[in-house]
Nanobody, 121 residues
Framework: VQLQASGGGSVQPGGSLRLSCAASGFTLESYTIGWFRQAPGKEREGVLCLSNSGSTLYRNSVKGRFTISRDNAKNTVYLQMNSLKPEDTAVYYC????????????????WGQGTQVTVSS
């Protein structure tokens, strides 16, 4: 079982990035996928989640700017991030769990390696 997060980079405020979380060794659509982030000196926080039943959970600060989608054929989940702000700067992680969405990171079983997102002018 492996998750591979990618797509991070450096953008200016107002820019966009799309992160990918590719799974191998299991079928991603059967699981809930959470995106988390951790900024330097801060705790890891939940950003957005897509459950195996299709429901979503958003962090208030990203509502209207971030969306999550799943491509079952590619066994990949995407995090589309628009209107990025400097406070979105962090390492972003994807993770899976069998239960429904939660931002309790300890409840996730498998984690990707993280991808850096930097928003700066």
């Amino acid at each position: 079982v492996q998750l591979q997060a990618s797509g991070g980079g450096s953008v200016q405020p107002g820019g966009s990035l799309r992160l990918s979380c590719a799974a191998s060794g299991f079928t991603l659509e059967s699981y809930t996928i959470g995106w988390f982030r951790q900024a330097p000196g801060k705790e890891r926080e939940g950003v957005l989640c897509l459950s195996n039943s299709g429901s979503t959970l958003y962090r208030n600060s990203v509502k209207g700017r971030f969306t999550i989608s799943r491509d079952n054929a590619k066994n990949t989940v995407y995090l589309q991030m628009n209107s990025l702000k400097p406070e979105d700067t962090a390492v972003y992680y994807c993770a899976t769990r069998a239960a429904t969405c939660s931002f309790w990171s300890a409840g996730y079983d498998y984690w990707g390696q993280g991808t850096q997102v930097t928003v700066s002018s």
